[in-house]
């Protein structure tokens, strides 16, 4: 068996020493516990890290007779053994007194303050047990030092109270917050209250639950039953009608479809794409279908329709999910082209992720019927071949149409004096937006810890130079709140849709693993990456590159982190160039030229005159300008 030279079998216990023990710090920002101090031997310096450990223990408070009750195995088991086994021990990070940033300490020596005596941790309380939430119940908090001493044949070992952070919660008594747990089929909320034990002289942890339940249960039984079944059967009714107009119709050859299920105006990649084709004057039959949002309810007329328009057209054109189109199998000499949404490639997705959670099954029909695909660049054609189960032929490195604006200097223009109108706020300040993805394995638990950022820190070191705003992924289910005392400093623009129009009035863009860094890196701004929780996204989601070396700018993991690189301006601007240059391929300005040249001439190529033109849905914006307009007067629309 290995282990450290604490563990050792042979070690004598000696807990008589006198210990020098003091919390320096202790906060607590949402579910985050950020705490550090100092513990050891008095008179022993220890330098080597295997040495010396310190462990946060969460003691509960426990009815031992009723856990003997419920649980046979614990009738031979004492007390003390039966609480051992539900005591939370969490490792604390060693370091130098001199690391320790908050020590006010002046009696040290500078051999002292050299030593391993003192300790970090930044906890996250809301994945503390196999990944929830602290469990409901009371616990005290002590910390437990095993040190070796110099003979080596003994080692201090101590659990000691917390005693010293009563000074961080007297003020107020009391500290509290909350604590959240988002998964597909399981949301937990618990209210968390922290003071001082004045019996056991240490921190008193109240954990109480306020909500668990199944977010499929809350929508209605209707809701439900269409969930599970009527859609299955409405994707039947569909596939039939698909095959009945096949089989009964000619495909229009001049007839191309952009479909949405994300969007119910034409704006994004579509705009760009249609633009093109208007300006060609191709005299095409354009027919849109768009629905704002995926699990938006279709009508058994909404079926026909779509059908009849998938079945008799030469093009498709997808630029998201698209869950009724999968099955069916596209017809001959006619294609469904997926105008992707995102740039780059950066995160796995689809195929890519089989075997993963959230990964698809290898039996899935989804995206593998996809004649042809659009990327940004020649380096991820086949980074998106294996994501969406097709073959690298079918996937063509047009560029990313709706990028087509960062090379646009009259739009960029107009875009940026519309929207420091409309944000008055932005004047005079340089513009941090924080635009992160979202946590979870998909839609139903999507969520943001935005407990992991500071607010108060921020506010504090960057309001006079800076506003933040927000713009948050419209998956995310949990909410963002802003207190009332840094109004004047973060702002939530998460419901403008358009985030390459934030861009425009961006200084510094700080994400995580989210794609909206590649079309930001086309402006030449520094970026910051706030990837706290990398190590755990790369275990459970993974990327195509090595993050590390990928990122164009610093990786953070603290608010602190986060200030001090924007004070000091430490970006690292010289890896932007080959960034854009490799996910790009000199595309932009182009790709709109590109997907009609390369990918919809080529499939109108053997196309004949035919009759009567079908009717647009909706009238399209006549230029740049006017998509841009009819964005913002959605926008204002919804915020009333």
Not at 250 to 258: D, G, L, Y
Not at 353 to 358: C, K, L, T
Not at 395 to 404: E, F, L, Q
Request: some cysteine; overall charge negative.
């Amino acid at each position: 068996m290995f282990h450290t030279a604490l563990d050792g079998e042979h070690l004598k216990i000696n807990a008589e020493s006198a210990v020098l023990n003091k919390v320096t710090n202790f906060e607590i920002h949402g579910s985050y516990l950020e705490m550090e101090g100092y513990t050891t031997v008095k008179k022993q310096l220890t330098f080597q890290e295997e040495e010396i450990r310190k462990t946060l223990l969460l003691v509960p408070k426990l009815n031992i007779e009723t856990l003997r009750e419920e649980h046979e195995e614990y009738d031979t088991l004492t007390d003390v053994e039966i609480l051992e086994k539900h005591i939370i021990g969490i490792p604390l990070d060693n370091c130098r007194m001199t690391e320790l940033e908050s020590n006010t300490d002046t009696d040290f020596s500078s051999e002292e303050l050299e030593a391993l005596s003192g300790y970090k941790g930044d906890i996250d309380l809301s994945t503390l047990v196999y990944g929830r939430p602290l469990e409901k119940g009371e616990y005290n908090l002590f910390i437990k030092l095993e040190q070796l001493l110099p003979n080596r044949k003994e080692k201090f070992e101590k659990v000691l109270p917390l005693s010293s952070v009563k000074e961080f919660i007297e003020g107020s008594s009391i500290l509290n917050t909350k604590l959240q747990y988002f998964s597909a089929k399981k949301v937990l909320k618990y209210n968390l209250i922290v003071s001082f034990d004045k019996y056991s002289k240490t921190l008193l942890f109240k954990n109480t639950l306020l909500q668990s339940y199944d977010p499929t249960e809350q929508a209605s039984e209707i809701d439900y039953k269409e969930s599970k079944t009527l859609k299955a059967i409405k994707r039947r009714l569909f596939k039939a009608f698909y095959m009945l107009f096949t089989m009964l119709l000619p495909i229009k050859k001049r007839k191309v479809v952009f479909a949405s299920d994300s969007r119910s105006e034409l704006n994004g990649n579509f705009y760009f794409v249609y633009e093109e084709l208007y300006k060609r004057n191709l005299d095409l039959n354009i027919t849109f279908i768009f629905n704002e949002r995926i699990n938006n309810k279709k009508t058994i007329n909404d079926l026909v329709k779509t059908a009849y328009h998938f079945a008799t057209a030469k093009i498709i054109l997808l630029d998201d999910f698209y869950p009724l189109v999968y099955p069916l199998r596209i017809r001959n000499n006619a294609d469904l082209i997926q105008v992707w949404h995102a740039a780059g490639a950066f995160k796995t997705f689809g195929y890519s992720r089989i075997g993963r959670p959230g990964g698809p099954s290898p039996r899935s029909k989804n995206h593998k019927n996809y004649t042809k695909a659009l990327v940004s660049s020649e380096g991820v054609r086949e980074n998106y071949a294996e994501g969406f189960g097709i073959t690298v032929d079918k996937v063509y490195a047009t560029g990313v149409p709706r990028a087509d604006i960062f090379a646009d200097e009259k739009y960029k223009s107009y875009v940026q004096n519309k929207l420091t109108e409309m944000y008055p706020f932005i004047k005079g300040k340089k513009v941090i937006l924080f635009a992160p993805t979202f946590r979870g394995n998909g839609q139903a638990s999507a969520h943001y810890p935005f407990e992991v950022l500071n607010l108060k820190q921020l506010y504090e070191d960057l309001h006079e130079e800076y506003v933040f705003l927000f713009k948050i992924h419209p998956f995310v289910n949990n909410k963002l709140h802003i207190p009332y005392k840094y109004n004047d400093f973060f702002f939530d623009l998460s419901d403008y849709r358009e985030v390459n129009d934030l861009l425009l009035i961006t200084d510094i863009l700080i994400t995580d693993y989210s794609s909206v860094c590649f079309e930001y890196a086309l402006l030449k701004k520094p970026m910051l990456f706030f990837a706290f929780d990398v190590e755990k996204y790369i275990e459970e989601r993974d990327f195509y590159y090595n993050y590390f070396d990928f990122i164009p700018g610093p990786l953070i993991k603290t608010t602190a982190e986060m200030v001090s690189t924007i004070k000091e301006e430490n970006y690292d601007m010289e890896k932007i160039d080959a960034f854009v240059n490799y996910f790009f391929d000199n595309t932009v300005g182009q790709a709109s030229k590109n997907v009609v040249d390369d990918v919809i001439i080529p499939s109108l190529q053997d196309m004949e005159l035919d009759d009567a033109d079908q009717e647009a849905i909706l009238t399209p914006p006549a230029s740049r300008i006017e998509l841009f307009e009819r964005s913002i007067g959605n926008y204002d629309k919804q915020k009333d």
